[in-house]
């Protein structure tokens, strides 16, 4: 049991760390005990298999604790068992890799601070707050690891539906109409020929809802996102995925394709169909100041406000024509080149016939889905990514901005739990959580602490671990 010199106590700060570390390493000597009676239940492995005595290993977690587990090993005879040749029935019953040094909620708390901030303030904020002592390269290996699962799954989902042909799961949500929108994001690539590389992200959603009681704060209502380093037909074949997985189709009445004109955002069209294209305002507002100026582009915007298409196809003419220098010129040319391609599509969706929802809004928010799911994180302070990296960390941008990562995280552990039954194993874990739940804190507070025999019992930190020494575990 650890203790703790009466000066190193200076702060409440202080103190309450000191009494988590008291707390934990007491747990953890519970729990070790537990586990060593654990492994000495687990059968044997079968024949074939021989013994080659305990083997220790260690696990950091939380609190600066350090897990000492002493667990029996065995070894194929005549042949190559598990990693290294060994087998150890504990590690798989618990879903421990054979080379991790990390207990999975350190794993699980790093790949989360990953996905907000960069890898070594990540590794910093474990160290310094939670007490692990842990590289960045590690968090960044822990987070590639669980993005590229991420993605595996993603890719899986695809290829069974339009490789395989298996059927796609149906939602059950019935709704008249749904919004699309897409955009690109470049990010630097890292020791590419390529210096950029452009992700596409899509989002779907039913509509809009009011924050706040006067209704001028709105968010999207039941959003969902996908996307990453895709070709074309990957992108839409998993927001087809998408939105099947939500949505019974049969009732959907109308799709709205918003994005800046690319060909890959319209040939969504195609995917969705019958699907409507609307070119971004925000896409459309842009190129208008870009090309125009003073006058001319007041005329153009209240043109377009008044879905005066010949009037605003005048006014592009005359910007070219009144052009004062080859590079205004140029502008105004590729302002009327990028709008005449999107020609059918700059008018205001809700002033065309079909079904909308309550409080429809004007489309074009995918500038700020784009900033908070990956320009955020992955574009600040001159960061650049390998393709593969990008990719796995948008996966997991992705699932975090659904409010799903924690959840995805502990099913990814329970999945590596589960895939313990192949030795009958599978309710080891459950089993030391039942018998950490029933034992007595104050015996082993009791027990484990020199620290309340001696005058520093009188100290705060004596104190409060007396008091802690008292405590009954109700039953």
């Given at each position: 049991m650890m203790q703790f010199k009466q000066d190193g106590i200076k702060s409440f700060k202080g103190l309450m760390i000191g009494v988590l570390q008291v707390l934990v390493q007491g747990m953890g000597d519970a729990l070790q005990t537990i586990v060593d009676e654990l492994d000495n239940e687990l059968p044997h492995p079968g024949p074939g298999w021989e013994s080659v005595g305990k083997k220790e290993r260690?696990?950091?977690?939380?609190?600066?604790?350090?897990?000492?587990?002493?667990?029996?090993?065995?070894r194929r005879r005549g042949g190559n068992g598990a990693a290294n040749g060994l087998f150890f029935p504990l590690d798989e019953a618990l879903g421990l890799a054979s080379e991790e040094r990390f207990c999975p909620l350190v794993q699980h708390l790093g790949i989360s601070l990953a996905t907000e901030t960069s890898f070594r303030k990540a590794a910093e904020l474990l160290s310094s707050v939670f007490m692990v002592p842990v590289s960045h390269q590690q968090v960044h290996r822990w987070l590639q690891t669980a993005g590229a699962e991420r993605e595996g799954e993603e890719s899986e989902k695809v290829?069974?539906?339009?490789?395989?042909?298996?059927?796609?799961?149906?939602?059950?949500?019935?709704?008249?109409?749904?919004?699309?929108?897409?955009?690109?994001?470049?990010?630097r690539q890292q020791r590419q020929a390529k210096r950029w590389q452009e992700y596409k992200l899509g989002v779907v959603h039913e509509g809009w809802e009011a924050t706040s009681p006067d209704g001028k704060r709105v968010r999207l209502k039941e959003k969902a996102c996908w996307g990453g380093n895709l070709t074309t037909d990957s992108f839409w074949e998993r927001g087809v995925i998408t939105l099947a997985n939500r949505y019974d189709l049969t009732g959907l009445e109308r799709v709205l394709l918003n994005g800046d004109g690319a060909a890959w955002i319209k040939e969504g069209q195609a995917h969705l169909g019958p699907a409507e294209f609307y070119l971004d305002p925000f896409h459309r507002n842009q190129a208008l100041r870009r090309g125009l100026e003073g006058d001319l582009l007041s005329k153009a915007q209240s043109a377009v406000e008044a879905e005066d298409w010949s009037q605003l196809e005048s006014i592009l003419d005359?910007?070219?024509?009144?052009?004062?220098?080859?590079?205004?010129?140029?502008r105004a040319q590729d302002t009327r080149r990028y709008l005449k391609a999107n020609w059918d599509a700059l008018g205001d969706w809700r002033k065309q016939t079909g079904t909308q929802p309550a409080g429809a809004k004007a489309l074009g928010t995918m500038e700020s889905q784009v900033r908070h799911?990956?320009?955020?994180?992955?574009?600040?302070?001159?960061?650049?990514?390998?393709?593969?990296?990008?990719?796995?960390?948008?996966?997991?941008?992705l699932l975090a901005q659904a409010g799903s990562l924690d959840s995805w995280l502990d099913g990814r552990n329970d999945a590596r739990w589960a895939s313990s039954t192949a030795h009958g194993n599978g309710r080891v874990a459950s089993e030391a959580l039942n018998r950490l739940s029933k034992a007595d804190p104050a015996g082993w507070l009791r027990a484990g602490l020199p620290y309340l025999e001696s005058q520093s019992t009188h100290t705060p930190l004596g104190r409060a671990l007396k008091g802690l020494s008292r405590l009954r575990v109700a039953s």
């Open positions: 260690r696990l950091s977690t939380l609190f600066g604790l350090t897990l000492v587990i002493s667990r029996r090993g065995y290829s069974a539906a339009f490789e395989r042909g298996e059927e796609i799961s149906a939602g059950t949500r019935v709704v008249p109409a749904l919004v699309v929108e897409a955009d690109g994001v470049f990010i005359q910007a070219v024509e009144a052009a004062k220098d080859p590079e205004a010129k140029k799911i990956a320009a955020k994180r992955m574009k600040r302070n001159g960061t650049s990514w390998c393709p593969n990296g990008a990719n796995n960390m948008i996966q997991l941008r």
